[in-house]
């Protein structure tokens, strides 16, 4: 087993493997930085008392991977905390040609060599706060019972609208690529899971090219039953999201600053709510053209946005009340028939999060299906859930890649996920 470099310690014989970051070669002395996922190490070369692996160092450039074997002593000249390993012998692994990119270059080139990107420790550490997110969440929703499900990814109906799916040939017969688990989500309630959540890849074939699309993702999504209340769902999220933060500010908050300038915010609860009314006419008095019932354009979110941090001071709030036609048909409308018991939730203007209680009686169900222009033939296998006894029930779901972006502040999600899909780009 290799040592990691944040487990070094003085007067210790070690073996470490990885990337070499830069290299100083002086007249009696040869320098190299060793970079592995969990920092950076020197190793010093006295050329006239390690005659034996000079002819190792001069075949090394940047960016091979060797394995070191040496003694770790202490050096209080060197910044890498203090210490360095002076190498009995270097093995080379694997020699790196010159970089075709570098810091410089621009997102479509450090996507083309993405691999190569990666190992930048922003990056890294991108992929570590993901992870820890994602682990967050997980153990969140496992102490309060949640079972975790696997949901098919190639179906046979759409589960939102048809516009923006991905189809393929399946043996002859028309297939998509699921937009989202949702129908299997609903099917789970159904089978009496009573609390279940997935986290896996979700497809939207949506030509956007904006800094928070992306045509393939990675969703967190779940659904509980026994719910009738959608101000119970934004709850459970609020107290979901902010648990998942405290953890990642807990572990990283230090390094997430150090790299990405960013002071992690832990939200107060709870989040502020607004109804989609006052909303619109927040817009109306920033003169934005906009009517009750319109989707928010980018530009609107991003001034509502800036307004509602302002006024509130917190990051994150849900919007309420939306008209139950521009909902989807499975939502569950109030009691006067006009607005969905649903919500979105934004974190600094951007949305990340659509959530609602399910419409779970079938003769009602049926008839939104209907009304919205679903075929019933196509949607019965959906229907079947439900005609057989089926609980109230809610959920969500998260872009988690989204989650990235904002909480690192980086500006593109091309950048915030490990290998970005987009209209033109299925490489690598």
Known sequence: MKTKTNELKCNTNVEIAGFIEKIRDQKNMQFIILRDLYGA?????????????LSVTEKLSINSF????????????VKLGGKEIIPSEIIIESIADTLPIDEESNIDQKLDYRWIDLRQPKNALMMKVQTLFTHSVRNFLYERDFVEMHSPKIISQPSESGSDLFTLDYFGEKAYLTQSPQFYKQMAIASGLEKIFEVGPVFRAEKSFTSRHATEFTGIDLEI???HNVEDIMKFEEEMLTYALEKVKEKFGEEIKQYFGIELTIPTLPFPRIEMKTAVEILQDLDFDIEFGEDFSTE????????LIR???????FITDYPAEIRAFYHMKD?????????????????ITTGAIREHRYDILLAQAIERGNSQKKLQFYLD???????AHGGFGIGLDRITMLLLGIPTIKESMFIFRGPTRIKP
């Open 41 to 53: 190490v020197q190793i010093t070369v006295d050329k006239s008392k390690c005659t034996s692996l």
């Open 66 to 77: 060797v394995i070191i074997k040496g003694e770790v002593v202490e050096n209080s000249y």
């Open 225 to 227: 039953a026994n719910m």
């Open 300 to 307: 609107q979110e991003k001034a509502l946005g800036e307004y």
């Open 311 to 317: 006024k509130n001071g917190h990051e994150f709030y």
């Open 335 to 351: 009691e006067k028939g006009l607005t969905a018991k649903g919500y979105d939730l934004y974190w600094k203007g951007i949305e």
């Open 385 to 391: 859930f439900f005609k057989y006894g089926c609980p």
